[in-house]
C-alpha cells in the first residue's frame, strides 16, 4: 500500500504562484507513474498533470505552458508548480500514484483516473 499527502495548497492573486508537493509513503517500489488531479467546484475531477513510466510528462491543455510537475525520486515527492494563477485554477487537487503506465510519446493528455491505484486526500487552491 502506498499513501499520498499534499500540501502547498492555499489562497492567492490571479497571477501569483503555488507549489504543491505529494509525499508518498510506504510500498513506493511499486509507483510507477504519478499525477496531479484537480477537482473544481461543481465539475469532475480533471487530469492536469503526470509522469508516466517511461519519464515523459503529460499536461492538460488548461494549465500547458503554466503549471510544471517534477519529482525528486530520493525524498519521494511529487511537486507541481503552478504559474500565473487563473480563477478558474480554484480547485482541490489531488496526487496520485500508480503502477505502470506507458502512453505514446504523441499523446499529451495525462492518463485517466482509472490508472491510478492510490490518492491523496487533496490540498485547496483558492485564486482570487
Known amino acids: 500500500h502506498v499513501q499520498l499527502v499534499e500540501s502547498g495548497g492555499g489562497s492567492v492573486q490571479a497571477g501569483g504562484s503555488l507549489r504543491l508537493s505529494c509525499g508518498a509513503s510506504?510500498?513506493?517500489?511499486?509507483?510507477?507513474?504519478m499525477g496531479w488531479f484537480r477537482q473544481r467546484p461543481g465539475k469532475e475531477r480533471e487530469g492536469v498533470a503526470a509522469?508516466?513510466?517511461?519519464?515523459?510528462?503529460k499536461y492538460s491543455d488548461s494549465v500547458k505552458g503554466r503549471f510544471t510537475i517534477s519529482q525528486d525520486n530520493a525524498k519521494n515527492t511529487l511537486y507541481l508548480r503552478l504559474n500565473m494563477l487563473k480563477l478558474e485554477d480554484t480547485a482541490v487537487y489531488f496526487c496520485?500514484?500508480?503502477?505502470?503506465?506507458?502512453?505514446?510519446?504523441?499523446?499529451?493528455?495525462?492518463?485517466?483516473?482509472?490508472?491510478?491505484?492510490?490518492w491523496g486526500q487533496g490540498t485547496q487552491v483558492t485564486v482570487s
Open positions: 496520485a500514484a500508480g503502477g505502470e503506465y506507458y502512453m505514446s510519446r504523441a499523446v499529451l493528455r495525462p492518463p485517466p483516473a482509472s490508472s491510478y491505484n492510490y
Open positions: 510506504g510500498n513506493t517500489a511499486s509507483v510507477k507513474h
Open positions: 509522469i508516466v513510466s517511461d519519464g515523459s510528462v
